[in-house]
């Protein structure tokens, strides 16, 4: 199992713009007459037109809740478990007991007592699983192989039923919480979010902190005499009731017999006497904390502004979202909206505004605002307008028209939902069981039913006041102010009154003339054709048009009939990438155009129509995707502004200054970000580094860019994929609409086939061990990136590294987190390029590098043995997993497009690979494999190309790794089980001590064939 990215801390979505509901009544039909059943079911779910899945909902005689979801069509099954409690309800001298024991689910249960089982069942079943503990939700979550539900599931419910909390897991898997909280203590948005709660009501739940380390799960508890594995039982035993969870399951199997399962296995899950979901309906912030600003200091150049309002719980009034009708107004980006008015002013270059939920009883409006330079003296004025525009919504109420607007997109979105994959599926319904009315659990987020202008004023508008709120400046600009620290994360902060009179001028704002309500969207879709399925649709991408300025694929979707198109645009130019220069300017072009178009195109996401404007380093390239019928109309519009592209001085300065800080603020990135960060660094033969491209953008002028880019868009190849329930003469369109607007304004030349090679990779030769060591600025972690570089693409060499990928992940997981304790983020896993792969060992730290990279050797030589001595049956099983994996459908007509596109833009074509290369990997057999190991993995193969980097904290730091000495034990102090010795290294490493020097030393990779040759004017 893969840990990384399991949240200790979550409020749930950022800023969503529905509000929630628990469990209603509904109809109920009668029970099934088995011995063992639900006490009630539920047929009558609202799904979508297009949604082929059958639901049925269950309350299970234990008072458990659940979704069930048969799609026979499925090649993944999954499941998710939604537990009513969280950090919130952690003992007070124990903060992060709930995380903890999310933790410690997975590591054995009385009936599978195996401290890897689960994981290892899912590995070799083509699965995956994590969890997430929030403030006051526990999930778990996972995927597998569809004919292996029924076995995941009986072990799954052990976890609720009888885990073991042994005294050997409780003592190492403290050793992850500690990590984890390492991993996210130099975060900013952990360290704000905590100052946040820390700073609420004194002994509000919601001040609590959750992650938990060993100061609060170990050195404490001993002080105190507590027993921490008694209260993870404790814990366990008083809140993994039954009635608190709320349980998702999707199978290929039928209704009855996807019940029969959950029956069997969740009905034994105990119903605990007094126990319900926690609800806290006092607010967080009452009299004491309102009225206050507060300035934080980021860790990283940041620049944010949160003004927050305290609102009632409006979960049961889903079906009018009297918040989210606000958040529409003041969370708008077109002419007339607050972020209109900032940006004009030169103040913010961002806005987001809705409710949130952090807990079950309690919620706020949030408007926040991402800050210019200049908009940090101006906070009190952009608060001015935000009142003056809150004043606009009182006095012209609320719009019944508008609502309307809403309504029918929610409803759009809803008929036409695109299909989620399993996994993530399961993982969103589980909180709507108890948010909505049962036949709503799926529809609830698309609802507005019952117009409530009432609610939209008292609950909402009423509530938007001066003296009913809290500022958050987050800015490094005033660290003089600072005069205290927080005490788990050590942000610093001043917290102040806010003064009468700013409050008294806030409160009598009046209006603003550049604000004013949204106008009617143009770009509501009025035609939702679908073309017919016919049989002589192509069943991949085919050339319609080919010149010598562009070419054009097209793919007519005959898998997700809906009325959706996607059109992506490479734009092949050589001086997008010429040098940091050429490079810097074309960015500063992409960013200034979506500036620009920001308001047109607000009004399109609206309606279900996105686009995107990308770097490459081949050129630029960009997408517009959703409904079918106004996407020439975004189309058009974008490229006449890319056309006539003007620069506006003041944006540009402001622009560019975001940019710079974003260049500026990578060295306080994670230490992982790092590594992979050096990694492609050296085995790219052409790269610019952050230090280059922010030496370039220092002299960089408004004018500059704009004499660039008629240069940048005029020697240039046009490459198209259209796909969806467009036809071939609308693809064409579509082409026409983007070639003869740009001849309009420029003198288009087609590059030479010579001028379009992709970027090329280093090839290390065979023997070599290289390893590059940097220092990371501030970050008291370490991390060890360890790749081994394992030949070109081809179908061979991709299947052979994919199955022993397959082979590895978990064990190396088990091995080097569970057992070993060497960190939280521990991962093994393939890295590709254009040109080559291999396999990449990354492990973030507080050991030594040094010594954790002996530890990754110890576990490659481990694994040879550990290959040779597989039986057959588990090598199929590997196999297996790989093709499941591989031969998953996309279930989305983006993903699908991208996987076409992703052949195109590499020069590959090899649009059938997934169905080649499978056929291929089902002809291995294991001897392939060893050899293939033998030759590239091993410590003394053959052919083996290794090259490490090393991220290690500052000298300054005062943080000390730990490194080979006291690393055989462990933390409890008990000697690690199983610690192999490290093989000794053949080659010695070789020092890199300048980039360019290594590059120069090195030979480049062979492109790879591709797969199909593409006409005469092609990029071969």
């Given at each position: 199992m893969?840990?990384?990215?399991?949240l200790a801390?979550?409020t749930r979505?950022?800023f969503p713009?529905?509000?929630f509901q628990?469990?209603?009544?509904?109809?109920?039909?009668?029970?099934?007459?088995?011995t063992?059943?639900a006490k009630r079911?539920?047929?009558?779910?609202?799904?979508?037109?297009?949604?082929?899945?059958l639901?049925?909902?269950?309350?299970?005689d234990?008072g458990?809740?659940?979704l069930?979801?048969?799609?026979d069509?499925?090649?993944?099954?999954a499941?998710?478990?939604?537990?009513?409690?969280?950090?919130?309800?952690d003992p007070?001298a124990l903060p992060?007991l709930?995380?903890?024991?999310e933790?410690m689910?997975?590591?054995?249960?009385?009936?599978?007592?195996?401290?890897?089982?689960y994981?290892?069942f899912?590995?070799?079943?083509?699965?995956?699983?994590?969890?997430?503990?929030?403030?006051?939700?526990?999930?778990?979550?996972?995927?597998?192989a569809?004919?292996?539900?029924?076995?995941?599931?009986?072990?799954?419910?052990?976890?609720?039923?009888?885990?073991?909390f042994?005294?050997?897991?409780?003592?190492?898997?403290?050793?992850?919480?500690?990590?984890?909280?390492?991993n996210n203590?130099l975060r900013?948005?952990?360290?704000?979010?905590?100052?946040?709660?820390?700073?609420?009501?004194k002994?509000h739940?919601?001040?609590?902190?959750?992650?938990?380390?060993?100061q609060?799960?170990?050195?404490?508890?001993?002080e105190?005499?507590?027993?921490v594995?008694?209260?993870?039982?404790?814990?366990?035993s008083?809140?993994?009731?039954?009635?608190?969870?709320?349980?998702?399951?999707?199978?290929?199997?039928s209704?009855?017999?996807?019940?029969?399962?959950?029956?069997?296995?969740?009905s034994?899950?105990?119903?605990?006497?007094?126990?319900?979901p926690?609800?806290?309906?006092?607010?967080p912030?009452?009299?004491?904390e309102l009225?206050?600003?507060?300035?934080?200091?980021p860790?990283?150049?940041?620049?944010?502004l949160?003004?927050?309002?305290p609102?009632?719980?409006?979960?049961?009034?889903?079906?009018?979202?009297?918040?989210?009708y606000?958040?529409?107004?003041?969370?708008?980006?077109?002419?007339?909206?607050?972020?209109?008015?900032?940006r004009s002013?030169?103040w913010?270059?961002?806005?987001?505004?809705?409710?949130t939920?952090?807990?079950r009883?309690?919620?706020?409006f949030?408007?926040?605002?991402?800050?210019?330079?200049e908009?940090?003296?101006?906070?009190?004025?952009?608060i001015c307008?935000?009142?003056?525009?809150?004043?606009?919504?009182?006095k012209?109420g609320?719009?019944k028209e508008?609502?309307?607007?809403m309504?029918?997109?929610?409803?759009?979105?809803?008929?036409?939902?695109?299909?989620?994959?399993?996994m993530?599926y399961v993982t969103?319904?589980a909180?709507?069981i108890?948010?909505?009315?049962?036949?709503?659990v799926?529809?609830?987020?698309?609802?507005?039913?019952?117009?409530?202008?009432d609610?939209i004023?008292?609950?909402?508008?009423?509530?938007?006041?001066?003296?009913?709120?809290r500022?958050?400046?987050?800015?490094?600009?005033?660290k003089s102010?600072a005069?205290?620290?927080e005490?788990?994360?050590g942000?610093d902060?001043?917290?102040?009154?806010?003064p009468q009179?700013?409050?008294?001028?806030w409160?009598?704002?009046?209006?603003?003339?550049?604000?004013?309500?949204?106008?009617?969207?143009e770009?509501?879709?009025t035609?939702?054709?679908i073309?017919?399925?016919t049989?002589?649709?192509?069943p991949?991408?085919?050339?319609?048009?080919?010149?010598?300025?562009s070419?054009?694929?097209?793919?007519q979707d005959?898998?997700?009939?809906?009325p959706?198109?996607s059109?992506?645009?490479d734009i092949?130019?050589p001086?997008a990438?010429?040098?940091p220069?050429?490079?810097?300017?074309?960015t500063?072009?992409?960013?200034?155009?979506?500036?620009?178009?920001?308001?047109y195109?607000y009004?399109?996401?609206?309606a279900g129509?996105?686009?995107s404007?990308?770097?490459?380093?081949?050129?630029?390239?960009?997408?517009?995707?959703?409904?079918?019928?106004k996407?020439?109309?975004?189309l058009?519009?974008?490229v006449?502004?890319?056309?006539?592209?003007?620069?506006?001085?003041k944006?540009?300065?402001?622009l560019k200054e975001?940019?710079?800080?974003s260049?500026?603020?990578f060295?306080?990135?994670?230490?992982?970000?790092?590594?992979m960060?050096y990694?492609?660094?050296l085995?790219?033969?052409i790269?610019?580094t952050k230090?280059?491209?922010m030496?370039a953008?220092?002299?960089?002028?408004?004018?500059?860019v704009?004499?660039?880019?008629?240069?940048?868009?005029?020697?240039?190849?046009?490459?198209?994929?259209?796909h969806?329930?467009?036809?071939?003469?609308?693809?064409?369109?579509?082409s026409?609409i983007?070639e003869?607007?740009?001849?309009?304004?420029f003198?288009?030349?087609?590059?030479?086939?010579?001028?379009?090679?992709l970027?090329?990779?280093?090839?290390?030769a065979?023997k070599?061990?290289?390893?590059y060591?940097?220092?990371?600025?501030?970050?008291?972690?370490?991390c060890?990136a360890?790749?081994?570089?394992?030949g070109t693409?081809?179908?061979?060499?991709n299947?052979?590294?994919?199955l022993?990928?397959?082979?590895?992940?978990?064990?190396f997981?088990?091995?080097?987190?569970?057992k070993?304790?060497?960190?939280?983020i521990v991962r093994?896993s393939i890295h590709?390029?254009?040109?080559?792969?291999?396999?990449?060992?990354?492990?973030?730290?507080?050991?030594?590098?040094?010594?954790v990279?002996?530890?990754?050797?110890a576990f490659?030589?481990?694994?040879?043995?550990?290959?040779?001595?597989?039986?057959?049956?588990?090598?199929?099983k590997?196999?297996?997993a790989?093709a499941?994996?591989r031969?998953e459908?996309?279930?989305?007509l983006?993903?699908?497009?991208?996987?076409?596109?992703?052949?195109?833009?590499s020069?590959?074509?090899?649009?059938?690979r997934d169905?080649?290369?499978?056929?291929?990997?089902?002809?291995?057999?294991k001897?392939?494999?060893?050899?293939?190991?033998?030759?590239?993995i091993?410590h003394?193969?053959?052919?083996?190309?290794?090259?490490s980097?090393?991220?290690?904290?500052?000298?300054?730091?005062?943080?000390?790794?730990?490194?080979?000495e006291?690393?055989?034990v462990?933390?409890?102090g008990k000697?690690?089980e199983?610690?192999?010795?490290a093989?000794?290294?053949?080659t010695?490493?070789?020092?890199?001590?300048?980039i360019?020097a290594?590059h120069?030393?090195?030979?480049?990779c062979?492109?790879?064939?591709?797969?199909m040759i593409?006409?005469?004017?092609?990029?071969l």
């Open positions: 893969n840990h990384i990215g399991r801390v979550s979505s950022v713009l529905l509000i628990r469990v209603l009544s509904s109809k109920v039909s009668p029970a099934l007459n088995n063992m059943t079911r539920y047929e009558n779910i609202t799904k979508s037109d297009e949604d082929k899945r639901y049925r909902g269950l309350i299970l234990n458990m809740k659940v069930l979801i048969s799609d069509t499925t090649d993944k099954s499941a998710c478990i939604d537990v009513a409690v969280g950090y919130m309800s007070d992060g709930a995380h903890f024991c933790h689910l997975f590591l054995g249960t009385e009936k599978y007592p195996d401290e890897n089982q994981n290892q899912l590995s070799q079943n083509a699965g995956r699983a994590n969890a997430f503990t929030s403030t006051d939700v526990t999930n778990y979550f996972f995927d597998v569809p004919n292996r539900l029924r076995e995941t599931l009986d072990i799954f419910a052990q976890f609720f039923i009888s885990p073991l042994t005294e050997s897991a409780t003592d190492k898997e403290v050793n992850a919480i500690e990590s984890e909280n390492a203590v900013d948005v952990w360290r704000l979010s905590q100052l946040k709660k820390s700073l609420s009501k002994g739940p919601y001040s609590k902190y959750g992650t938990g380390n060993k609060t799960l170990v050195e404490k508890p001993k105190m005499g507590i027993s594995r008694d209260e993870l039982l404790k814990f366990h008083t809140w993994y009731s039954s009635n608190m969870m709320s349980l998702i399951v999707l199978g290929r199997e209704l009855d017999d996807l019940e029969t399962m959950v029956v069997e296995n969740f034994l899950v105990k119903c605990k006497d007094g126990v319900e926690p609800s806290w309906p006092e607010s912030y009452g009299p004491d009225q206050k600003k507060l300035f934080a200091i860790v990283k150049d940041l620049r944010n949160v003004i927050t309002f609102i009632a719980d409006l979960t049961d009034q889903y079906k009018s979202c009297p918040a989210g606000v958040a529409h107004f003041i969370g708008h980006e077109g002419p007339g909206s607050i972020l209109s008015a900032l002013r030169g913010c270059s961002g806005l987001r505004a809705g409710p939920q952090p807990a009883g309690f919620a706020e949030s408007v926040a605002v991402d800050l210019s330079e908009g940090v003296d101006h906070v009190d004025d952009i307008i935000i009142f003056q525009y809150i004043n606009l919504l009182k012209t609320p719009k508008s609502f309307d607007e309504k029918s997109l929610k409803e759009m979105n809803f008929r036409f939902k695109d299909k989620e994959p399993p993530s969103n319904l909180s709507n108890t948010r909505f009315a049962m036949e709503d799926l529809k609830g987020h698309y609802i507005l039913d019952e117009w409530r202008p609610l004023v008292e609950e909402v508008l009423n509530k938007l006041t001066p003296n009913n709120m500022v958050v400046v987050q800015a490094q600009k005033f102010l005069d205290k620290k005490e788990w994360y942000t902060y001043c917290l102040t009154d806010i009179e700013t409050l008294q001028k409160n009598n704002a009046g209006f603003c003339d550049d604000l004013a309500l949204p106008p009617t969207n770009f509501i879709p035609d939702f054709e073309l017919p399925v049989p002589d649709i192509k991949f991408p085919a050339i319609i048009q080919d010149t010598p300025l070419r054009v694929w097209y793919k005959d898998k997700f009939l809906l959706k198109t059109c992506k645009i092949a130019s001086l990438y010429l040098d220069n050429s490079f810097n300017k074309s500063m072009f992409v960013i200034l155009m979506e500036d620009a178009l920001n308001e195109s009004a399109a996401t609206l129509l996105h686009y404007l990308g770097m490459t380093t081949t050129g630029l390239t960009l997408v517009v995707e959703g409904y079918t019928s996407q020439h109309v975004l058009e519009k974008i006449e502004k890319m056309s006539n592209f003007q620069v506006d001085p944006r540009f300065e402001i975001n940019h710079m800080r260049l500026r603020n060295k306080l990135e994670q230490p992982h970000s790092h590594a960060y990694l492609y660094m085995m790219f033969y790269q610019w230090e280059e491209l030496d953008l220092e002299g960089l002028t408004a004018s500059d704009e004499e660039f880019v008629p240069h940048l868009l005029s020697n240039i190849h046009l490459e198209y994929l259209v969806g329930s467009a036809s071939k003469e609308r693809a064409l369109q579509l026409n983007v003869e607007t740009l001849k309009k304004q003198k288009l030349r087609p590059l030479l086939p010579k001028q379009m090679a970027l090329r990779q280093i090839q290390l065979d070599s061990n290289f390893v060591r940097i220092e990371s600025s501030v970050h008291p972690s370490s060890t360890v790749y081994l570089q394992c693409l081809n179908t061979e060499n299947m052979k590294l994919e022993i990928a397959q082979i590895l992940k978990e064990p997981f088990t091995i080097l987190r569970t070993e304790q060497l960190g939280y093994c590709r390029s254009y040109t080559e792969q291999g396999l990449m060992a990354l492990v973030q730290s507080s050991r030594d590098p040094e010594y990279e002996k530890r990754v050797e490659f030589d481990h694994m040879h043995e550990f290959i040779a001595e597989m039986s057959d049956e588990d090598f199929e590997h196999k297996e790989v499941i994996k031969l459908k996309p279930k989305m983006w993903t699908l497009s991208s996987i076409y596109w992703r052949e195109i833009v020069q590959l074509y090899h649009f059938d169905n080649v290369e499978v056929d291929y990997m089902r002809t291995l057999t001897q392939d494999i060893l050899q293939h190991y033998e030759e590239l091993k003394d193969a053959s052919k083996r190309h290794k090259l980097v090393q991220v290690v904290p500052c000298k300054d730091s005062t943080f000390e790794l730990r490194g080979e006291n690393a055989a462990m933390d409890n000697v690690a199983d610690l192999r010795p093989p000794e290294i053949i010695p490493a070789v020092a890199i001590e300048d360019m290594f120069r030393s090195q030979a480049l062979p492109y790879p064939k591709p797969y593409v006409g005469a004017r092609s990029k």
